[in-house]
């Protein structure tokens, strides 16, 4: 496969395994199928970051915290060691915002609070003691450009995204770089995934096991690979219309699911995603 011959991304699985020994590795930007967008199940999306070695994800679906409040359930009710940060992505006039650590009785409130004023957004979760930042902030979706990154408003805030995986050039992501450094903001990377097999190619490094203290003591590190991946992009728009999606997401067991789903989606990130000792065999 390209990926996997690809020098760069031979570079990503090292710094991927190394990060993983040294500290701990979150993606910070996933969707499930509480969002319109997606269609992944939370107990096979758990399982599939689980086997790749990831700390924890943020579950951060758009305008609601049903998923992550689900997801969370699911792992302390199996007693899974798998940490999951409720989340959620919140559609402003100028872009996406992203909140951290949202407190369970704000589940009525998050979706009042999508498709709101910028500053309405910033300020309520704020002052509910959330770790706030902006999502791709120089992505070609963000049109109205004056304020997600004017310098100003960007030190209101807790972080900056500077990896995004679903940015169409890697160039919107130095320049995320380029403004986090800029500001001195605290930098995370996330898959924004939408589909299983975009999973595993962005991740955020703590040197500590509280990301969210990281993400305020900007110890963290953003890390990421492009997959450019065009068919996801074409599938965001109707993930729910596709059969094969419809048949996947069945109402059947968890345990069915997981035997549905983790043949084809493991095989294919394993052969990605595996361990040094398969890149030492190719060299």
Known sequence: ?????????????????????????????????????????????????KKLGFTG?????????????????????????FEIIIGAELSTQYGHILAYDIDPTLVNEVPKYHHRDIDDVVDFFKSK?????????????????????????????????????????DYCNKLALKKAIKCNMAMTSGGDVHFYPEIGYAYTFSPIKDILKAIKEKKTFPNG?????????????????????KRLNKEVKPEKKLEIKKS????????????EEKIKAEN
């Open 1 to 49: 496969m390209f990926y996997k011959m690809n020098p760069k991304f031979k570079s990503y699985i090292r710094r991927f395994n190394s990060d993983k020994k040294n500290g701990y590795v979150y993606d910070m930007h996933v969707h499930t199928k509480y969002s319109r967008c997606s269609s992944m199940e939370l107990e096979v999306l758990i399982s599939l970051y």
């Open 57 to 81: 994800v943020a579950i951060t679906d758009h305008g609601t915290i049903q998923g992550a409040l689900k997801a969370k359930e699911y792992v302390e009710k199996n007693n899974i060691d």
């Open 129 to 169: 003691g959330c770790v706030v930042g902006i999502a791709h902030p120089y992505t070609f979706r963000v049109r109205k450009l004056n304020k997600i990154r004017d310098d100003n408003f960007i030190k209101k805030l807790d972080f900056v995204e500077t990896f995004n995986r679903r940015n169409m050039i």
């Open 225 to 245: 690979f492009m997959k450019r991946d065009l068919i996801s992009f074409a599938r965001s728009g109707f993930t729910k219309r596709i059969p094969e999606v």
């Open 264 to 275: 084809k989606m493991i095989k294919e990130l394993k052969k990605n995603l595996n361990t």
